[in-house]
């Protein structure tokens, strides 16, 4: 401040060329022109329409009262075509209402949470492990290298049945847990909602490895009495995307049965299903499957619009049962030595990755802009037309979701879909969370990803939610939640 009135440039060369002006083709970021591309295409109608609607607006507002009048008199030297083009919009309009598909309100949903007894930390993984006696040194370096690169945290629970030395399964213990998963979820539930369990009519529960007589949907109708008229479905064997299925099945179901509540309980049970052998591509369910559950409450009540927590927009199912190597990439069989497991290939993310894509190819005409569609399809177009070794186009689907579910299978699987969706680490840190927190609850996890969302305070009224998840079958199956409030 003090040299400033003899600044020590003024003897600077006056012919000294001016700062060039900023590059803005290599400072504007590619994003912020896409953004704006997305927003004039998904408004393009509405730009259209002003000149029409102001042009409109302007003749409006030079019609006088004998302009009017004659107006109505034309309408009444025409008032059987009036009345006839009246009486179709209402008959229009009611046979719309009567054959819409019923709108359907996830009211709330509760996530089971095992008491802190079963929590299991590696070591002690570990060390039971070695107690047992089953393993040799092979298969115990095998689970722990895979231990360290699961993504699984200190805080995961397994059944009481697992946490005896030696391990005591049985039939009686596995009834046990998924008692005391399902009912645990199930009270939670009907406590936060006020739900008389009477007021049910439908009940849906999947769990793909345990599947007792009676059936677990039969242990909830008689520990809470639900009525004698409940639809009650029981799904087994379809792997960890099943709660998604379940969805669609409940939602079907609400679309026949009028003003009325359905449950979907998603659970796995671990018990008597862990792996007592040393076949290697059966060792690794062990070591990322862990105890959990979740119980969801559906309306097509009207009246619960006000207070539920999400609409159901969408549910897309694949299934690439038909080939082969999907159906047995993940199978349920015995070893050499008579132990009975799953069997996890090593295809498996090459087969993931290919019903990731037949399923979003169904999904992305649903839930993206049009701008994102007609970029794919223009791109599509030139590799077939021009240059067939042109990159596809990957749709951004953050551009139609806020917040995505992606069922905690393991952290490659997660990895996976952050990279091939090109996803941030926000976007993925619900999925890597629970499998931190819960491990891979299977069709469950992508339950208590949604209630890590809500617990970070990130849903707001209008977010779009997709829930992804992969299973035994091979199967990629999504359903699109929007937040209600």
């Known amino acids: 401040m003090a040299t400033a009135s003899h600044p020590p440039s003024a003897t600077v060369d006056h012919h000294q060329p001016p700062p060039m002006l900023t590059d803005f083709q290599a400072t504007v970021k590619l994003k912020y022109v896409k953004l704006g591309y997305h927003y004039l295409i998904t408004h393009l109608l509405t730009l259209s329409l002003l000149p029409l609607i102001a042009i409109t607006a302007v003749h409006a507002t030079q019609l006088n009262l004998d ?64 107690l047992h006696g089953a393993f040799n040194e092979s298969s115990l370096e095998f689970q722990r290298k895979i231990l360290e690169r699961s993504g699984l945290g200190e805080e995961t629970y397994l059944p009481a049945a697992l946490h005896e030395i030696p391990a005591a399964p049985s039939m009686a213990a596995a009834r046990e847990e998924a008692e005391e998963v399902m009912f645990g979820a199930l009270d939670n539930l009907f406590k936060s909602t006020g739900i008389n369990p009477k007021d049910i009519g439908i009940l849906v529960v999947n769990c793909s490895l345990f599947n007792p007589t009676p059936s677990l949907s039969s242990m909830i109708v008689n520990r809470y009495k639900l009525r004698g008229n409940i639809r009650t479905f029981n799904l087994s064997g379809m792997g960890c995307s099943a709660g998604v299925i379940a969805v669609d099945l409940a939602k079907d179901m609400l679309q026949v049965h009028r003003n009325t509540y359905a449950v979907v309980v998603s659970t796995e049970n671990i018990t ?30 009207s009246a619960d619009k006000r207070r539920a927590k999400y609409k159901l927009l969408h549910v897309v199912r694949t299934h690439c049962g038909s080939d082969d ?64 070794k042109m990159k596809p186009y990957i749709p951004d689907f953050k551009l139609a979701f806020d917040h995505f579910c992606i069922h905690a299978g393991g952290r490659a699987v997660i990895d996976e879909m ?25 069709s469950s996890s992508i339950w208590y990803e949604l209630a890590y969302t809500e617990a970070k305070g990130r849903m707001r009224k209008g977010n779009r939610v997709w829930q992804i998840a992969f299973g035994s079958g091979l199967k990629c199956n999504s359903a699109v939640w929007e937040a209600l409030s």
């Open 272 to 301: 008597q299903n862990w792996y007592f052998g040393n076949k290697k591509s059966m060792l690794i369910p062990n070591c990322l499957f862990r105890v959990g559950g979740a119980a969801v409450l559906l309306s097509n009540k």
């Open 418 to 442: 952050e990279k091939n969706l090109q996803l941030t680490a926000e976007h993925v840190e619900p999925s890597r969370m629970t499998l931190n927190r819960f491990g891979n609850t299977s």
């Open 325 to 388: 190597t999907a159906f047995n990439c993940v199978y349920q069989e015995q070893d050499a030595a008579g132990k009975t497991g799953v069997s996890l290939s090593k295809d498996l993310m090459a087969i993931a990755g290919g019903a990731l894509k037949a399923n979003i190819t169904t999904l992305g005409p649903l839930v993206l802009p049009i701008s994102e569609q007609l970029l794919f399809f223009a791109t599509l177009i030139a590799r077939k037309l021009a240059n067939t």
């Open 67 to 130: 302009d009017v009048n004659n107006l109505y008199a034309h309408l009444q030297y025409h008032l059987f075509a009036v009345i006839g083009v009246i009486c179709s919009a209402v008959i229009g309009f009611t046979t719309y209402r009567l054959t819409r598909p019923r709108p359907v309100y996830l009211v709330d949903y509760s996530c089971y949470r095992p008491p802190d007894h079963l929590k299991v930390k590696y070591q002690v993984f570990m060390e039971h492990s070695r």
